[in-house]
């Protein structure tokens, strides 16, 4: 069971709402950029005295006694406002009639029982929306696009019994239905002047000649055309916001994670009813002063984990610190499909993904947070160029094993330690390295690397493998000359 | 019921609450183990590095620790799991991982460093402490499949520092998580809490190569002791693994000669 209301002429009412003054005078809404502007909406006086919609400025003006306005969006949004709460305290399922400015559809089964029946429940509609100020004609039936038909074309109340939407709609005008011209002029070529006149005809004839358009048409006419509503629902993902106002400034964080433990618990029973995880939590604090201090959690995955969920934003404000006492918090999520994956007996262990953001954001905390992640090579020419990227081990697939030899690993000195060499004949001999004199057994080299030369940060240097030996222990090395700065060093040890 | 039998099941029954199953026979697991990805040192430790225990490798340096070390870690990634590698000294070459074959996605690779919080502490034992609570969080954590606790270039004095009690609740904590702890230092220092410990002993000098040219660094000879395997003793081993593993790594660019 549908009711719709439909305010006629909406413009004018809410333009008139907020100015009452201008309800006994002839007036004129215009809408378009000056000096173009033509006339939008009139009220019945200023039609009577001859206005027209589309009727340039010049000529509106013209008229005695006609008041023109400019027309004002804001008005019109409030009306609407007005008239979506009014629709909102009859029926949880709303729609929005976008077709009929102002126009609400509400699906009022089972709300007789608050409100009486379908007469009693229409007219209180009507009053409420007579008490705010507008006017409006109220249609009650079993069929949608009846019950909005009735209420753009009769005024007051109008109550379509079930089975009797043929009857109901026999002799409006067939303007009603949204026609398309070319059809309309179709139509009345024809003498159709109602929509009881069209429902007359076959319905078969009528899609011969207008194609499948004359199914719908013949099918509204007669009040049997069925509608599939999609109420008016609030946005989910601006509904995943939580504000908390502090009677009194906070330094100390553990006291703020009992605040945003029960926002973090809100927040995600919100996200969960709709069977999403939380993708990303944003916390605003507003500080003492008038800053504000904003951090942005992003799990590697979605999660439904409040204490995983908690410890990732207190790591992260530990690591991350705000400046002043904190005096508000807000806290928004972003939401996303939970992270569902198929597990096996017989695979390879891997971190589960929920621990292992906390174990990165505590190794963050501990050691820096450009010190973890997995190391990636960078396509340069300089050796050992390469950067950090965060830990996400792709899902465990056994690899084809290695045919390659065991390789010798060189483990870098970081920072470059700077050596003393003697040299003889260009070639080093001993080398002074931490206080103590290695003499070299062997060396390889000189392999000269350079690059960057064509920019401020050049580098070059003459790259040599040497055998240090300090009585019976040899130690392998890699020593570097730098031509720029005239010194060696270590560049590191092989081992 | 014989009387030895009722005797036994009351007393395991008074016990169960603190030692379920106190005068029962255990029957030992063998132990899992991953292959190092050097057949030498495989059959010497009969198979690998145990998996839920200490293995803890010690030498000098340029004795073959860190090859061994990224050379069992790139068997294991390559095996799909995840690694940690620990870094005291912030040593690690990614291109010497790369070169040994380590998926570098699935190594998870941790440097400690000297300078936090505005505040420069070059001791040694700060990044010791940071390395660590690290190898803490990580075994609580779980989920990988070897963690490399890298302490090659801590001093001795400072290694022997380290609790005890540290070692054994790592023993406690690998055994749980089931994962394969490598510890790489210049000497010994987790004790008994170390199931399979192994010595590298300096190498036999090996002159660089020259074939006539500019002589080249191609490759390294490397030994192995095996100072204990608690795991190796096996009834079923017909024949004793060798003690010693002598073995050889090259350098990535001797493959292309």
Redesign the interface.
Known sequence: MYAVFHPPNFPVQAASRTRPDLRKRPFALLHGDPPAEVVFAANKAARSLGIEIGMARLQAESFPGVVTLPRLLDHERSADTILNAIACTFSPRIEYVETHPGTYALDIQGMTSLYGDEVQLATKMRQRIMSAGLLANVAVSHNFHVALCLASRKSGVSIVPPGHEAVAMRDLDLGVLNLEPMHEQTLRSWGVRTCGELAAFPESDLIARIGQAGKRLHSLSRGDWSHLMFPIEPSFEESLVEHIELEFPVEILESLLFLLRRMTDVILDRAKSKARAIASLQLVLSLNGGKHHERIVRPALPLQDTATLLKLLQLDLETHPPSAAIVGLELRAQSAAPHRAQHGLF??????PG??E??LA??GK???EQ???????IDDYR??A?R?VP????P???????S???????????PLQVIGVVLSGNRPTAVFWDRQKYVV?????PWRVSGQWWSEAVWSREEW?V?L?TG??????RIAFDPRSRSWYVQ???? | MSSASAIRLQVESKLAQRVPAALSLKIRQAPELFETGIAEVDAALNGGIPRGSITEVAGAASTGKTSFGLSAIAAITRSGAACAWIDVSDALSPESAAAAGIELKRLLWLRTTGERKQKVTDRPWSRLEQALKATDLLLQSGGFAAIVLDMSDVLPQHTIRIPLATWYRFRLAAEQARTALIFLSQAPCASSCAALALRCEPMCVRSFSSHGETALFESQNYTLVRERNRHGNSPFLQKKPSVRAEWSAETPWSRVR
Not at chain 1, 347 to 352: D, F, G, V
Not at chain 1, 371 to 377: A, F, K, N, Q, T
Not at chain 1, 396 to 402: D, E, K, L, N, Q
């Open positions: 695979l390879p262990q891997a971190p589960e621990r292992l906390v174990l505590r190794m501990l050691l820096g010190r973890v992640g997995s190391p990636e090579l050796p050992t390469f950090m830990f996400a081990p792709p465990p697939v056994r690899s084809a094993t290695s390659l030899p065991v390789s010798t690993a060189l483990r870098i000195s970081r057994r062997g060396c390889a080299g493998d055998q030996a019976v222990a040899v130690r392998v090395c590191g040890t092989y081992d």
